[in-house]
């Protein structure tokens, strides 16, 4: 009988469909790549958020963006442009396509800690061929969003002091930067203010507290209004209709005065987590920021 039983288990395990992993991108080729060149004295290295479902191949279930065939990435397209047109001003933008994990990667800490290093990976090949081979010694802003913000710090805490210098300031958007890697990593530096550089910029928006998403705001320790660079509780009107005022003790972005709706990811985020609008809200202030903190930059160097 217990051998009948292992053979039984043996074959049910032989037929359990292996997981699909797709291709790595090739960062040499150009498909790897969104690029728009300005011939602008400094680079946005722009790291996407969760633009990707599960979906199937014969069958199984695949849990990665199939970044080595970027027409396949539409949705990653379509932010990587709207970012550009929205933050780069006048800068070089770089913004690879890269096996991100799926949205439903999301609903479980234990999958995102298995499937994660490998769009991580990617992410690391990636910026690595830029420096070596696109960057040509420029001066850099980083930012990422979502998925793209835990990348980035990421990112951050293998920065060597070589490239952090020349690294004007980093934008995570819509993650958290834990106390202990804010202690830990010294490229990780809380900005303080409008324009001083070689800091990391980070900020969640809620309506109230309890409306905030613990996967990617519980913990945070950095935290900035963007909209008057300000640490403490100031507030600061937006569009004329929002007051935007920034909590010290949760360090989250507390939004008075928005009345839409449809707008949450559902289950993924609730009404009140204002996560889908970090960057389309704050568009105008982030790409005078990142100016500001261009000029500062270069002003230093060439003092």
């Not at 039984?8 to 040499?28: G, M």
């Not at 293998?158 to 490239?163: G, I, Q, T, V």
């Not at 007051?243 to 989250?252: E, H, I, N, Q, R």
Request: glycine share 6%; hydrophobic share 40%.
């Amino acid at each position: 009988m217990k051998a009948r039983f292992l053979l039984v288990l043996l074959a049910a395990v032989s037929c359990a469909p292996k997981e699909i992993i797709p291709e790595a991108p090739d960062y040499s080729q150009a498909t790897s790549w969104y690029v728009t060149d300005r011939s602008s004295d400094i680079d946005l290295f722009y790291i996407s958020s969760t633009e990707t479902f599960d979906y199937k191949v014969k069958g199984t279930a695949v849990h990665y963006a199939w970044a080595a065939d970027s027409s396949a990435c539409s949705g990653m397209r379509g932010e990587m442009e709207g970012v550009d047109a929205i933050l780069s001003g006048n800068l070089n933008y770089y913004s690879p396509f890269y096996r991100q994990v799926t949205m439903e990667t999301y609903a479980d800490t234990t999958l995102i800690a298995a499937r994660f290093p490998l769009a991580m990976g990617d992410v690391r090949a990636a910026f690595q061929y830029y420096i070596e081979n696109l960057n040509e010694g420029r001066p850099f802003v980083l930012a990422g969003f979502s998925q793209g913000g835990q990348a980035l710090v990421e990112l951050l805490k293998e920065l060597p002091e070589s490239l952090h210098e020349r690294m004007v300031a980093a934008y995570v958007l819509g993650w958290k930067i834990t106390g202990s890697e804010l202690e830990d990593y010294t490229s990780i530096v809380a900005a303080q203010g409008a324009d001083d550089t070689g800091v990391t910029i980070c900020y969640n928006s809620v309506k109230e507290p309890e409306d905030a998403n613990p996967l990617v705001s519980y913990g945070n320790s950095v935290a900035i209004n963007p909209v008057n660079w300000r640490t403490d509780a100031t507030p600061a009107v937006l569009f004329d209709t929002l007051t935007v005022t920034l909590d010290p003790a949760t360090k989250l972005l507390l939004v008075d005065g928005f009345e839409g709706t449809g707008y949450a990811w559902k289950p993924y985020f609730k009404d009140g987590c204002y996560h889908t609008f970090e960057i389309r809200w704050y568009g105008d202030c982030l790409r005078q920021n990142i100016a500001d903190r261009c000029e500062a930059y270069l002003q230093s160097v060439q003092q």
